[in-house]
């Protein structure tokens, strides 16, 4: 087929075959985004290298990421790569590596086809690599490896390559060595190839030279180069028979076709490596991008359901010719008007074209449409399957909401945010700042999911709600730097939950008669323990940790008061029966109640609800239930000491002690209300050489004796 006899959905699906949609993720300061960087400046998107230590990077533009040397909000570009003669377009999103901003990284996966996650060549497989690693096998991303910082002291590819295999049970392939570690680290072999590659360090890297492999590596090239023909074998058939035969037989494109369908299905992770700050194998990372990760139109058509039946499933193939299906996956609020970055699946979205969100039925006008590279935006007026753009123009859609074709419609699978842990008081300075300020926070929320704020009638304080520490300080920098409003904050406070412990039945009985028409309201109801996998395998609904099942027979009471009973339980169990905090892990019953012909309505159903569930709820025991950290500290021998004695007087529960080289990981269970100041705590006790990385683990029940202290502080 020539190019001139090529019909437009013909072309597409050619630019679809040529396009790759990935992201870069890792552990905080593995450096996946000077990696980004150096693809922007190798594929002609900038003109100048920038730099995270100085704070020149393209992607990290927020004021607070310059500064801070960490990126807070996933970047999203777009950037050309030749490979083999032909132009792809690769559309690119680094990722945070904090775990506070876990979300960003949450919403990327979620859209993305391929990812490569970035290791420290001397540290391997950490703490927050195993958090992105999770969330990549959630979404079932496939993904390559890239060993980074091959340049820095104590730098070992074999003990970071083995890190993958034993932490996070992957199959790792080596499709290239380093020449030389630390100081002496100076190229990459191609095992699929056998040549050597040098790097220009003069010209940024932009040179690369092809050599022999050094006489002095050629056996262990040799010895990998087996191994990676072996692999390559036992994921094709036609490859195994020539394996058994004559493996010099094998070509690299087999090898390279074996690998990339073993990378598709998740069977193997290609490994790269070298050093970004040196300007070492970011173009080769590239090829293997195009090489492994894959097209659109390789992934599996995406799944949702139909709204007018939630469990009737529907599908849509990565198709311009499809009716149109997209995911809001981010939302950036401007002085023009909010920025919404949309993946398109399927069909074709215009700009000017009015599209539906089916989750709330509205219809959205998409007035604008971007390409966009860091900040920077390039004016579209179509965009096809697979692409991911930023639209202007949305008013009623949120992260995690899906836009459709009228006629066609489909609500796409939605993202899961977690819990906040943290929170803290906030107060306007002045009266022109209280303005300001509940809509800056509703901005904010738009923006990030993960965060939450709400009013509190007994102190009239805001509460605002995050991750962790770290996420609230951002928080507070904006408001007051970047939306310029005046405000004061409280100390942060663990967000507690409250559970029961028992089963219990109670009644609920609403009864007034004030002349005319009374109100009258009775239900019975049932509570127990309840767990997200028992939800799901009894297909109930566990919206807020709190499911309802209805076991009325006989019309006892009629079908409307039915959801009124269940709003009134779920509003008590919002607000807390034991000291003000949500109640969770709870399966209510609805058994039995009785109704009035007349005196009977939606209100007094709620209330009858209400009083039984906090009256059920007390007979089952209540039991406080406090925010477990999952705490990785990674610190020199000599402190080791000094470190677990401080876990364990903060009730953290030391779980793995592992020895990395002269260095000790410590990873621990702490309660999150004990682990507030522990980076400063840590700099001390160890002279500023250990670090650590903490994230949200679980709930567990408050010893008696804490608990005491929290509910007489609370009251």
Known sequence: MTTATLTVGDRKMIDLLHTRNFGICAHIDAGKTTVTERVLYYTGKTYKMGEVHDGTATMDFLQDEQERGITIQSAATTCP?????????????????????????????????????????????????ETVWRQADRYHVPRCAFINKMDKMG??????????????????????????????????????????????????????????????????????????????????????????????????????????????????????????????GVQRLLDGVIDYLPCPTEV???????????????????????????????????????????????????????????????????????????????????????????????KNSVTGDTLCDADEPIILERMDFPDPVIS?????????????????????????????????????????AGMGELHLDIIRTKLTRDMKIGVHVGKPRVAYRESITGTAEARGLHKKQTGGRGQFGDAIITVEPYTPEQAEADELDFTDGIAFQNKIIGGAIPKEYISSVEYGARQMAKSGVLAGYPLQGVKITLIDGSYHEVDSSQIAFEMAGSIAFKEATRKAGLALLEPIMKVVVTSPEEFLGNVTGDLSSRRGMIVNQEKRGNTMVVTAEAPLSEMFGYATSLRGMSQGRAAYAMEPLEYRQVPANIAKTVLEGNS
């Open 81 to 129: 790569w030749v490979r083999n003669g032909i132009e792809y377009k690769c559309n690119l999103i680094d990722t945070p590596g904090h775990v506070d901003f876990t979300i960003e990284v949450e919403r990327s996966m979620r859209v993305l086809d391929g990812a490569v996650v970035v290791f420290d060549g001397k540290e391997g497989v950490e703490a927050q690599s």
């Open 155 to 280: 730098a070992d590819f074999f003990f970071s390559f083995d890190s993958i295999k034993q932490r996070l049970g992957a199959n790792p392939v080596a499709v290239q060595l380093p020449i030389g570690a630390a100081d002496t680290f100076e190229g990459i072999i191609d095992l699929l190839t056998m040549k050597a590659y040098y790097f220009a360090a003069e010209e940024l890297g932009s040179r690369v030279e092809e050599r022999e492999i050094p006489d002095s590596l050629k056996d262990e090239a040799l010895m990998w180069h087996h191994e990676l023909v072996e692999k390559a074998a036992e994921l094709d058939d036609h490859l195994t028979e020539k394996y058994l035969t004559d493996e010099s037989t094998i070509t690299a494109d087999e090898i390279r076709s074996a690998l990339r369908s073993g990378t598709l299905n998740h069977k193997v992770v290609p490994v790269f490596t070298g050093s970004a700050l040196k300007y070492i």
């Open 300 to 394: 599996p058509p995406v799944e949702g359901t139909d709204p007018s039946d939630k469990h009737t499933r529907l599908a849509r193939p990565h198709d311009s010719e499809a009716p149109l299906s997209a995911l809001v996956f981010k939302i950036v609020s401007d002085a023009h008007g909010d920025l919404t970055y949309v993946r398109v699946y399927s069909g074709k979205l215009q700009k000017g074209s009015r599209v539906l969100n089916p989750g709330n039925g509205r219809k959205e006008i998409i007035s604008r449409l971007f390409e966009m590279h860091a900040k920077e935006r390039i004016a579209r007026d179509t965009a096809f399957a697979g692409e991911i753009v930023a639209v202007v123009g949305l």
């Open 424 to 464: 803290m008081s906030i107060e306007p300075a002045t009266q022109a700042d209280k303005e300001k300020l509940a809509n800056a926070l509703a901005t904010i929320r738009r923006e990030d999911p993960s965060f939450q704020f709400h009013f509190d009638d007994e102190t009239g304080q805001t509460i605002i």
